[in-house]
Nanobody, 128 residues
Framework: QLQLVESGGGLVQPGGSLRLSCAFSGFTANYYAIGWVRQAPGKEREGVSCISTGDGKTYYADSMKGRFTIARDNAKNTVYLQMNSLLPEDTAVYYC?????????????????????WGQGTQVTVSS
């Protein structure tokens, strides 16, 4: 059974950093697009970043470029999201999401919120 388990959320001051982890298991396809989606209170889910488990190509939403970095460790079956220079508006529940890689990852990741498999989410709160 496909499973995604997030960890690493917490409370951090503005300007601080956090690293989220997504441990995945039970995958049966050769390659996947795995990414991060966040949802702030009262707002719709928003795609953050995405990576291919195959060639490692990445995608970032425009507002995240330069502050967030996604990486994968296939040996550990884990995807990471390094978040720097955090802002109060980054406060949200962050979900890990995955879908079998069926076409160009850059195109797939623009539809991150439509991915089939989801974790339970981890809370990130940026506040002084």
């Amino acid at each position: 059974q496909l499973q995604l388990v997030e960890s690493g959320g917490g409370l951090v001051q503005p300007g601080g950093s956090l690293r989220l982890s997504c441990a995945f298991s039970g995958f049966t396809a050769n390659y996947y697009a795995i990414g991060w989606v966040r949802q702030a209170p009262g707002k719709e889910r928003e795609g953050v970043s995405c990576i291919s488990t195959g060639d490692g190509k990445t995608y970032y939403a425009d507002s995240m470029k330069g502050r967030f970095t996604i990486a994968r460790d296939n040996a550990k079956n884990t995807v990471y999201l390094q978040m720097n220079s955090l802002l109060p508006e980054d406060t949200a529940v962050y979900y890990c999401a995955a879908d079998p890689l069926t076409y160009n990852v850059a195109i797939m990741c623009r539809h991150l919120t439509d991915f089939a498999y989801w974790g339970q989410g981890t809370q990130v709160t940026v506040s002084s």
